[in-house]
Every structure is written in structure tokens, then in C-alpha cells.
């Protein structure tokens, strides 16, 4: 009878420190993916992806205008950051740009938003800082990094 009290204390003693293991090894902050935001013309979609913090912007329609992203994110102490940036193809068919504009710190809210219809040379802001696209764009989503 001894042995079986023993070895069930065992085992709940080791059921415990495997609760805890798993507690202490989960993450503070897991990241969320946006989902993707769709140029309101049908032009091509944006979103982000958490796992890397990589944005994806895709032309899915061949038309000869560009597909552009807006994006931002902000942490508390970090602030407020913006970039536009568009589909690498130049309004060519189902071609996606995959980029990466900044560390993101873990935690911070992640914007995009797809606009389409945009003629290459129209609009030539490809950098931090600004947005302002505003041709046939989509809802804004939202995630975490």
C-alpha cells in the first residue's frame, strides 16, 4: 500500500511541474495576423503576417495599375509608424510583394489597407512616413505583432 501512495504522489508532483513548465514556456504576447484587406475595386489585397512580421501586398488583376498598402503600427514608447508601398509587378496579373519595413517590437498594432487602380508614376511616395493612397481602397484590418 505504501508503494502506491508513493508513486501517485509522484505522479501528481510531476503533473505539477509539467502544468508549470507549460505555463512558464508560453509566450507573453502571441502575435495576430491581419487578414486581408481588399482594394474595393477588386484590384488585389494586402495583409500582414505575424510569424516574421512580413507584409504581403498582391496584384490580382492585370490592368497596368499598381496595388498599394498602407500600413502603420504603434507601440506605447515606440510611436506611431506609416509606410506606403506597392505591388513590385507594375499591374501585372497575381504577383505578390513580400516586405518587411521595419523591426516591429513584439506587442505593437499592425494597420493595413489595400488600395487599387493606381498608375504607375501616379503616385510615387514608396517610403516611411506618409499615407495617403486614397484610390479604390479597402477596409482597414488590424493585428498584433
Known sequence: MKTRQILRRGLGVAAAAAAMLAVVATPASAGENTGYSFASNGDGWAGFIADGDVFWVNDTYEDGDAVWVEISAYK???????????SYDNGKADTKSKFTPWNIPEGAM????????????????????YLGVVYDCGSTREGKA
Open 76 to 86: 506605447a514608447g515606440w510611436g506611431w509608424h506609416f509606410r506606403t508601398k506597392k
Open 110 to 129: 499592425v494597420f493595413v489597407r489595400a488600395c487599387g487602380s493606381v498608375k504607375d508614376g501616379s503616385y510615387s511616395n514608396d517610403g516611411d512616413g
